[in-house]
Nanobody
Framework: QVQLVESGGGSVQAGGSLRLSCVAS????????MGWFRQAPGKEREGGAR????????RYADSVKGRFTISQDKAKNTLYLQMNSLKPEDTAMYYC?????????????????WGQGTQVTVSS
């Protein structure tokens, strides 16, 4: 089993920055893909950024491309999401997710491990 614990959320004004962290524990060697999803009230959970744990290759949703950066520290079993130039529409609960499989299909349904979420609120 894998456990994921996020931290780093908070409230910030538009244009500001936050860095989210996700610490993984358990059978982390089995994880091929990790990512960050977000879900705003009344909306579906959407993928924001993903990373192949072995190569470090990353991909981003158009909505966050150029503003968010996903990275990992394998020694610390930690995944990060640096969020810059935040907008009010970035307000959501952010979730760390992981799976033992490819990142090719970046859908919430494909991920079996989830953190509890951390709230990000961006005010205008």
């Amino acid at each position: 089993q894998v456990q994921l614990v996020e931290s780093g959320g908070g409230s910030v004004q538009a244009g500001g920055s936050l860095r989210l962290s996700c610490v993984a524990s358990g059978y982390t060697y089995s994880l091929d893909c990790m990512g960050w999803f977000r879900q705003a009230p009344g909306k579906e959970r959407e993928g924001g950024a993903r990373i192949y744990t072995s190569s470090g290759s990353t991909r981003y949703a158009d909505s966050v491309k150029g503003r968010f950066t996903i990275s990992q520290d394998k020694a610390k079993n930690t995944l990060y999401l640096q969020m810059n130039s935040l907008k009010p529409e970035d307000t959501a609960m952010y979730y760390c997710a992981a799976r033992a499989g490819s990142c090719f299909v970046f859908s919430a349904a494909m991920f079996g491990y989830w953190g509890q979420g951390t709230q990000v609120t961006v005010s205008s």
